[in-house]
């Protein structure tokens, strides 16, 4: 009651953050007069502007109220909207790096134009972060109409794109993408061979649209790279028909945590039926080393069978496994479960198993978007998720104000006893509805419920539509068409969606299918017809009520329940939500529905009543916010270990760039080489030791080894007077030569190349073997736990001590590789050609897997069309005079230097 009454007279934080912009939005609103006398070259005029008092040191706050201005008139007249004061402030508090909580409804995608403009202004280039390609598109060919009216580019990334178009979309001022592509991107640059082969120019400033989707709920998924590994697939099949076999008694389910484990009688269950089947070597037990593969794929298939539900989590369309995104109930196609588990779900279904990849580049998003300068963040949903957002990412989060107030009525949850009376219920409600007229939008929580709602509506002769995977590609319209009178629309999921549910029906799309279904047909006339048509359907829907949102379950996360019940309410619309649950549904099942049963069997509940009680809605939300905590020290922790990694990572990629964009290399190689050295004559004639406890043979094997001379070492050995620090001496300069020589033969600007291409080589080899390492270390450490002591400071320790052994081998490979490496003779040069063209062809057919061109055919009539008339891959003489970054001329699309001018 006190603080209360203290938030009456001072305000909430909130309240003062919003009234600290009201002077800011005045001063923009001042200039808007100003604004609109210029023509439409003057606001290009004033954006050339804008950029030449940034680049003269002015700061982007001093510049923003002319600048959001501008923007404002650019929009109001490339696209006829009109910025609201409440969109200005969201702008502003974007620009700040803060997350913006705005309503659905009140013009997001408007919204993150100012604050894009504002830091495109310093030529760094700003990202627009969104939740799938349709939605990454839409705004970048709506927005980029904005873009161009002020005299800026617009660009956009989406998978299976061409290099050059990707890396065009990047150099645009402001680029909108999707968090999956800006991540497996940046990977993908730091697995390129050279600077000019990157897409990527920095991270300046990026927004993210859905911010808690992308930030939050995929955070504990990482991007991997990954290439192929050895083929287990009969492995998986003859394991999984033994999970089957199993009784309660032989493994244990915790839901709360999603974790399934076997106990004792389940492992001596299990070795019996392995052994008796020869699976298993007879005298070997489960608990031996050797029986480490066996176990962990196991486990994998009882995972598989015991938390992996069939149109829940995943669905089989193709005879493929296909994941199902549990935050926007969409398909994620070519994303897949690692370390096995989706190859067990592919056992389970009876459908080809695909091989088991190897790591070759992985980072997690929390990683990926702290890498930017300026973060900033937008969506409907975010309050209940702050201290995550403020720990992690050092963001704030405001809610803006909405435009009108909500007239939106939230009614109080109605618990059943039973999963069917809450369903009879649900379809009573959905029936009252429908007959006056009011559009129903009915949320579920998985594929299985909605399709069990749509034949219940269909017995009962209810017209409806059905939103989730598996009717992906028709969601627009079906959203579109949620706010007709009378509308039934059974959503999986409503988070990230894009389209509004607007009353009556949205026009912009009833234009569109009127067109295509008659093109000869006049726009305006056939405009004008349906917006009459159209108002009459909002006012028949207004009079019914608004939009009624009616959930089947509450969802784990509270964030998901908001944005279901923000379709409603849209702009001040009336509008109406209620939430439908039994004590079958999975929340109440795993948080305390026992206690809650005993009190409604006492209070002599009939069958088909429901309790109404805002303590019940209370009690749900103490257990959702236990559920989001305990979620949030999953992340938290989840990101401890990867922040031992991201050293590494930054390490690693910030050592590659500076090899590529080098000119010079040899000083790092020699570097290298003699480190190599040192360790060599510290390890066969250590310091404080006798001339007659040296190793000189061992040392002069050694030098023979790693650097490829023949010295002689014993003898020099022999010498009188000669220590550690005259051997070295005389190694370094004896190989000094060697080089030297070496690099003559090749010609000096060759031998930068291959100095550079064997570093490059070396680096992404180490680091895949240090990723294998560090993942199996991750999955062991856990147990350390048991002998008190941390796990976390375990994997730190040994995961340096890993990264020193990497940069040891590193060095001692680099330096043999290049004292190995000599000019070739023609028939070598050619088989070499030969394996690499192979090679690069085997790599980049596996990278398409997720997000590459079209793989080629092998067929002679699909090979590409040579640029020089008369090339002939055999005869150079026929090749021209390409420089070594000019397209190779056998039209290969690959530069010169990376195919047939490869040294």
């Known amino acids: 009651m006190i603080g209360n009454l203290a938030k009456m007279v001072f305000g909430t934080p909130n309240d003062r953050k919003v009234k600290g912009t009201r002077p800011l939005v005045a001063r923009i609103n001042a200039l808007e007069e100003q604004f609109k006398a210029l023509s439409d070259q003057g606001l290009i005029d004033k954006t050339r502007e804008f950029q030449a008092r940034v680049a003269q040191g002015e700061d982007l706050d001093d510049i923003l109220p002319e600048a959001f201005a501008n923007c404002r008139e650019g929009a109001r007249r490339a696209l006829g909207l009109r910025a609201f004061d409440v969109q200005l402030m969201g702008g502003i508090f974007l620009h700040e790096g803060n997350i913006a909580e705005m309503k659905t409804g009140e013009g997001k995608t408007l919204v993150a134009t100012f604050p894009a403009y504002l830091n495109a202004l310093s030529g760094k280039g700003v990202h627009v972060v969104t939740v799938n390609d349709y939605l990454a598109k839409r705004d970048a060919e709506w927005m980029s109409k904005v873009y161009a009216q002020l005299g800026m580019t617009c660009g956009v990334v989406v998978p299976f794109q061409p290099e050059g178009e990707k890396r065009q979309a990047y150099a645009a001022d402001v680029t909108y993408a999707t968090n999956n592509e800006l991540g497996f991107d940046y990977l993908r640059d730091n697995m390129k061979g050279s600077v000019a082969e990157m897409v990527q120019r920095g991270h300046n400033f990026a927004i993210v649209d859905e911010v808690d989707s992308i930030l939050i709920d995929e955070a504990r998924t990482p991007l991997i790279i990954s290439g192929p590994s050895q083929d287990r697939s009969e492995l998986y099949r003859v394991l999984d028909k033994y999970v089957p076999m199993l009784t309660d008694e032989h493994f244990k389910l915790d839901e709360k945590a999603r974790n399934?484990?076997?106990?004792?009688?389940?492992?001596?269950?299990?070795?019996?039926?392995?052994?008796?089947?020869?699976?298993?070597?007879?005298?070997?037990?489960?608990?031996?080393?050797?029986?480490?593969?066996?176990?962990?794929?196991?486990?994998?298939?009882?995972?598989?069978?015991?938390?992996?539900?069939?149109?829940?989590?995943?669905?089989?369309?193709?005879?493929?496994?296909?994941?199902?995104?549990?935050?926007?109930?969409?398909?994620?196609?070519?994303?897949?479960?690692?370390?096995?588990?989706?190859?067990?779900?592919?056992?389970?279904?009876?459908?080809?198993?695909?091989?088991?990849?190897?790591?070759?580049?992985?980072?997690?998003?929390?990683?990926?978007?702290?890498?930017?300068?300026?973060?900033?963040?937008?969506?409907?949903?975010?309050?209940?998720?702050?201290?995550?957002?403020?720990?992690?990412?050092?963001?704030?989060?405001?809610?803006?104000?909405?435009?009108?107030?909500?007239?939106?009525?939230?009614?109080?949850?109605?618990?059943?006893?039973?999963?069917?009376?809450?369903?009879?219920?649900?379809?009573?409600?959905?029936?009252?509805?429908?007959?006056?007229?009011?559009?129903?939008?009915?949320?579920?929580?998985?594929?299985?419920?909605?399709?069990?709602?749509?034949?219940?509506?269909?017995?009962?002769?209810?017209?409806?539509?059905?939103?989730?995977?598996?009717?992906?590609?028709?969601?627009?319209?079906?959203?579109?068409?949620?706010?007709?009178?009378?509308?039934?629309?059974?959503?999986?999921?409503?988070?990230?969606?894009?389209t509004d549910i607007q009353l009556g029906g949205n026009v912009e799309m009833k234009v569109m299918d009127a067109l295509n279904a008659d093109p000869d047909a006049n726009p305006d006339q056939l405009r004008a017809q349906i917006e009459a048509e159209h108002a009459a359907d909002k006012e028949k829907v207004l009079a019914a009520g608004g939009l009624f949102v009616l959930g089947t379950e509450r969802h784990e996360s509270r964030r998901i329940d908001n944005q279901l019940r923000g379709r409603s309410g849209r702009q001040g619309d009336p509008g109406r939500s209620l939430f439908f649950l039994s004590l079958d549904d999975d929340l109440m099942r795993i948080f305390g529905s026992e206690r809650l049963d005993k009190v409604l069997s006492t209070l002599g509940m009939k069958e088909g009543e429901a309790i109404v009680h805002p303590w019940v809605n209370k009690s749900l939300e103490r257990a959702q916010a236990k559920v989001e905590g305990r979620n949030f020290d999953i992340r938290k922790q989840l990101l401890k270990f990867d922040d031992v990694m991201n050293d590494q990572r930054k390490a690693i990629f910030g050592q590659r760039r500076e090899i590529m964009e080098s000119d010079e290399v040899g000083e790092i190689t020699a570097d290298m080489r003699h480190q190599v050295i040192d360790d060599l004559v510290e390890d066969f004639m250590p310091a404080r030791s006798y001339a007659d406890q040296w190793d000189s043979e061992g040392l002069q094997a050694g030098v023979r080894e790693r650097l490829n001379m023949n010295l002689p070492i014993k003898d020099w050995a022999a010498e009188e007077g000669v220590d550690q620090e005259a051997m070295r001496e005389r190694i370094t300069e004896a190989t000094d030569r060697y080089m030297a020589d070496k690099a003559q033969a090749f010609g000096a600007q060759n031998m930068v190349q291959i100095e550079k291409q064997v570093l490059l080589q070396m680096i992404d080899q180490k680091w895949r073997d240090h990723l294998l390492t560090l993942e199996h270390l991750r999955s062991v450490v856990g147990f350390r736990g048991y002998a008190q002591r941390d796990p976390l400071s375990e994997y730190k320790t040994e995961g340096f001590q890993l990264f020193e052994t990497l940069l040891d081998s590193l060095r001692f490979d680099v330096t043999q590789r290049l004292a190995q490496i000599r000019p070739l003779t023609e028939a070598e040069r050619e088989d070499m050609l030969r394996q690499m063209a192979q090679q690069q062809q085997a790599a980049q057919e596996h990278l398409t897997m997720e997000h590459g061109p079209e793989r080629q055919s092998d067929d002679d009539a699909d090979r590409p069309a040579p640029l020089v008339q008369g090339f002939d891959e055999n005869d150079p003489s026929t090749w021209g005079t390409p420089s070594r970054n000019d397209p190779c001329p056998c039209g290969s699309g690959n530069k010169f230097k990376h195919c047939h001018g490869a040294i």
């Open 260 to 498: 399934a484990t076997f106990t004792e009688e389940g492992n001596e269950f299990l070795e019996t039926q392995l052994q008796a089947d020869g699976v298993l070597p007879e005298g070997q037990t489960l608990y031996d080393p050797e029986s480490t593969t066996i176990v962990h794929h196991v486990n994998q298939a009882l995972r598989a069978h015991k938390l992996f539900l069939k149109d829940q989590h995943y669905m089989v369309r193709d005879g493929e496994v296909m994941l199902i995104d549990e935050f926007t109930g969409r398909m994620m196609k070519g994303r897949r479960l690692s370390d096995g588990l989706h190859q067990a779900i592919e056992a389970k279904e009876g459908v080809e198993i695909q091989p088991e990849n190897v790591t070759l580049a992985s980072v997690t998003f929390q990683n990926y978007f702290r890498l930017y300068g300026r973060l900033a963040g937008m969506t409907g949903t975010a309050s209940t998720e702050a201290e995550e957002f403020a720990e992690i990412y050092k963001l704030g989060v405001v809610e803006v104000p909405t435009n009108r107030g909500i007239a939106r009525l939230d009614e109080h949850d109605r618990v059943y006893r039973t999963a069917a009376e809450k369903y009879a219920a649900v379809i009573e409600a959905i029936k009252e509805a429908h007959a006056k007229g009011q559009p129903t939008l009915v949320g579920t929580t998985s594929i299985e419920k909605s399709e069990m709602l749509s034949a219940m509506l269909q017995k009962d002769g209810v017209p409806h539509n059905v939103l989730n995977a598996r009717q992906h590609e028709a969601e627009a319209q079906i959203v579109a068409d949620a706010g007709k009178p009378g509308a039934v629309t059974i959503a999986t999921n409503m988070a990230g969606r894009g």
